[in-house]
């Protein structure tokens, strides 16, 4: 990855959709019919005389949001009129947030143990999906579909804290998690997107403002693209001019899209079609109830509490089901193993199928059973490591499949030494190789054995003999 050396400022408004069954202001379903223009009122398509209606589930899921940022909370709910001239509101403005928004001055800690300041979170509703069939520069027209019309949105606007398109990456993908934690993000379905700002210091630190990037990674690859871009036009001599652009992430590149707006442009008034909500401290004590235990909490507790690694305990906790299957498999089992086999055999098998864990019908039961199995030494890693790879498939009685199977660590030293002295006189040069400090030669001929054991030898009990046997 490049090292940027001048200094950079970032700052993030992310906009994610929340997943509720209905839209903000109407009861639209956010989910379904696919074909345009078919999830849609004479609301969310800002007919003369409609009224919106506020949607409480949302505002709920927002408010779980806030609390998780660290965020202080404004006693009201308000909401204001954004103008402008675009087609994808098709009442030419979009019902937000902006005098007072729901959240101010939290704060999101990054993997390496850096703040984030969050100056607002605050909720909107989405606009239309603006269509371009020939792509956004060269499409002679576009076509508007309004089912996206009205779905609730949260915006997080972070303060101009990020110093790399790393880090910007890593704020997203921090995000992202307590979004799934909190259970108010389609993880699979949902749609996150950012608008980045980012400035130099060689240009004196002129803000350029990158529109509707989707996806954490993509975030990175404009932010990298825009830095250079903003680099090589200051070699050359040329002038940043405050503006918005555009990420084509087929291309691989930003492009002006008009000069940038500043907030007064947008004429902002307060909605009037919608009554101040107020956010009583018994409705928050509520909210407060149901707030899972967020993954970074979860990370030290791991760490603190059950003595893992913590990388293992932020790959675990990175993903909710799998951090709620490890704490109920350490319950029975030393921490470490379960750390060891979730974290590496379990997610590999998941990733092979191309699944998540909810997907499948493995419970910590099957789990508990394998481990205990390895931690007792009545199968080896290597039969563990396909008996898990089968379960993910198909779940099944794991002790009795080992006793129907066959599969128990074959633990006679009488047969062990068999196996061993014949893989020995298999490998006449394997065994001479070692004798000359070629030690990974050993691997060969104990491989052998495993081969001979249909994997249910113990390779520490078989590098033992075979050793033994050599030195005779």
Not at 13 to 18: D, G, I, N, W
Not at 182 to 189: A, C, G, H, Q
Not at 398 to 407: A, G, P, R, T, W
Not at 455 to 468: C, D, S
Request: net charge neutral; glycine share 4%.
């Amino acid at each position: 990855m490049k090292k940027f050396t001048s200094s950079i400022i970032i700052g993030l408004e992310v906009h994610a959709e929340l997943s509720t069954n209905t839209k903000l202001f109407c009861g639209c379903p956010t989910k379904g019919s696919n074909e345009p223009n078919t999830r849609t009122c004479v609301t969310c398509l800002g007919h003369p005389g409609s009224k919106p209606v506020l949607n409480k589930k949302a505002v709920e899921f927002a408010l779980k949001l806030c609390l998780a940022l660290n965020c202080e909370i404004s006693p009201e709910l308000i909401f204001s009129r954004k103008s402008y001239f675009y087609p994808d509101m098709a009442k030419n403005y979009q019902i937000s947030q902006y005098e007072i928004p729901l959240g101010e001055r939290g704060r999101l800690r990054l993997g390496d143990g850096n703040e984030i300041g969050i100056t607002r979170v605050h909720m909107e509703e989405d606009p239309a999906s603006l269509v371009h069939p020939a792509g956004m520069k060269e499409s002679a027209y576009v076509l508007v579909d309004y089912n996206r019309s009205g779905n609730p949105l949260v915006e997080i606007v972070t303060e101009p804290d990020l110093t790399s398109p790393d880090e910007a990456r890593d704020f997203m993908k921090q995000l992202i998690t307590v979004l799934d934690y909190l259970e108010i993000f389609d993880i699979n379905n949902g749609i996150i997107k950012a608008d980045a700002n980012v400035s130099i210091k060689e240009s004196g630190y002129t803000r350029i403002e990158i529109k509707n990037i989707t996806g954490f990674k993509e975030i990175e690859r404009a932010l990298m693209y825009e830095v250079n871009r903003q680099q090589n036009e200051i070699k050359n001599n040329k002038k940043i001019h405050q503006e918005t652009r555009a990420w084509d992430s087929e291309r691989g590149i930003t492009f002006s899209l008009r000069k940038k707006e500043t907030e007064e442009d947008y004429g902002y008034i307060i909605d009037t079609d919608l009554v101040v909500t107020e956010i009583t401290g018994k409705w928050l004590s509520e909210i407060k109830k149901h707030m899972p235990e967020l993954a970074q909490d979860k990370v030290k507790k791991f760490v603190d509490k059950h003595k893992i690694k913590k990388d293992d305990a932020e790959i675990i906790a990175a993903d909710k089901q799998l951090a709620e299957m490890f704490e109920k498999v350490a319950k029975h089992v030393n921490p470490e193993l379960a750390a060891k086999w979730i974290r590496r055999e379990l997610i590999r098998v998941l990733n092979y199928n191309k699944k998540e864990l909810k997907e499948v019908s493995l419970t910590e039961k099957h789990l508990v059973d394998l481990l205990k199995l390895i931690e007792q030494r009545k199968i080896t890693d290597n039969i563990g490591q396909q008996i898990i790879e089968k379960l993910v498939e198909n779940p099944f009685d794991v002790n009795e499949y080992v006793k129907k199977e066959k599969l128990e660590a074959v633990s006679d030293v009488l047969e062990l030494e068999k196996y061993c002295k014949e893989a020995i006189a298999e490998n006449p040069k394997a065994v001479e190789d070692y004798k000359k400090g070629e030690a990974k030669a050993l691997n060969f001929i104990i491989g052998s054995v495993m081969r001979k054991s249909k994997g249910k030898a113990t390779p520490k009990e078989v590098n033992e003999i075979i050793l033994r046997l050599i030195k005779k």
